[in-house]
């Protein structure tokens, strides 16, 4: 059996204490059991890529364990080379012997070929292979090392040279704890409330509603989970659908619960913006440059129209195993923004905002195209079918040129039914659980977490940020919840 060695990290958050291990399925992996999402399959899970590492056959150095005990201050470390890869995780051997270990390729005992090389690293690095090998060769070790060079290592490929670099950029953020920006109300999507981040970890970060910046009486944080209480977390990505830089309420006419001051502040940032000239932000603004998205193609806008239909994966609902009949409500002022509603007589009152290009919206026909279920607008007593349905509405279906595109079929078929993977709760969004993918639609997958059963399975688009590969939790010390039998 292979050995499993925990990730290192300095600095960063706390480890946590309870986080499920995916050690015992990594094993099952090697008697041939399971798969793993590639992590080049989604849609920017870190800042930076790193597809040129995550590969077999890479090369790189990292420690030896077994000497730890006798190396007071001198770190032992040996070649290895990459087996298999699952995620984050990697199956590696030492060069020149059979010690097998799983590790996480971002850990901070990873190293690239020649990492200790220089004068000073040598006084604390030494090369020393396994203990296996070491019996074997411990009175010719200088021909061992160059043999193993020699026959195993030149002109194999090793870590790159951005390697210590890009993992310098995982723990940069856009973001910062104190930031203020417009989070769209979970309970009542009709209003936009003033909130702050709290914490980062990676692409996401807990962003609440503070006294600060709430007129009158705050509401119960028992009762309203983006409100700042004792224990209250809201983590979203940092492109999630529910943030807006500060002043998008007020440029676009939407409803705004803020104080006085903040909502005079917001009126000088959208006359700014109607007269083309730059803000005065407060220097905790999250700015509309903080936040942009890439401009919409003005011929394809002006296909645009109020009362097109099409089908949506209701972000704001409490369980996401099926879509909805959906239209346009209204136009924003802000480039690519759109306001939206679920068809049925509480599509006003349950409208939200949304930027076309999101993970949410899907063409008339897609379920019946990709075998899902779509729910038929409330009230609606018909069998229902999209050409009566539309003529009945004297409506026409949202064209597919303003929908996300496509992805290719390459990257596609890197979803595989069986793959398993990290995927946050749409419903309760702080947790963060291991999953498997159980059918493939197209473009979405249906994600089983494990030990719950699928009345609790969710519907993700592949390029949704709240799918990641494994090994994403315990790269950023976030819990990685147990399986739902065992929690």
Known sequence: ????????????????????SWQSVLH????????????????????VSFDDVVREGILFETIVHDYDHVCDGVRCKWFARVLKVCGFYVLS?????STRFWIHLLSDEIYPLGDSMNPIDLKTNIYAPPPNVMSLYHDDLDSFMKKTIDDEMIGELGLSPGYDENKEELVKSRFRVGQRLELLNYATSTEIRVARVQEVCGRRMNVLVTKKDYPGSLPNSEEDRQVQGPGTQFWIDEESFFVFPVGFAAYNNYKLIATEEYIQHTAKITLALMNGQEPEYHPDDVRFADLSREDVDKEKWENMKVGLKFELIDPLAQEFRKLNVASVIS???????????????????ESF???????????????????????????????????????????????????????????????QVGMRLEAADMCENQLISPGRISSIHGRIINVNFDGWEETFDELYDIDSHDILPIGWCELHNYVLQHPGRNN
Request: proline share 8%; charged share 25%; glycine share 8%.
């Open 353 to 415: 905002p949304l930027h076309i290009d999101n993970v949410f919206m899907f063409p008339v026909g897609y379920c019946e195209q990709n075998n899902l279920k779509l729910k038929k607008p409330d009230g609606y007593k018909k069998s229902f079918k999209w050409d009566e349905y539309l003529v009945a509405e004297n409506a026409q279906p949202l064209q597919m040129e303003l929908f996300r595109p496509t992805p290719p079929q390459e990257r596609l078929d890197k979803f």
């Open 1 to 20: 059996m292979s050995i499993y060695q925990k990730i290192v990290r300095t600095g960063g958050r706390k480890k946590p204490a309870k986080s499920y």
């Open 93 to 97: 051997e030492f060069v020149g012997s």
């Open 28 to 47: 099952e992996f090697e008697a041939g059991k399971g798969a793993f999402v590639p992590v080049n399959a989604f849609n920017n899970a870190l800042r």
């Open 331 to 349: 136009l924003c002022n802000s480039n690519g923004y759109i306001i939206v509603g679920i068809d049925g007589p509480d599509m006003n009152d």
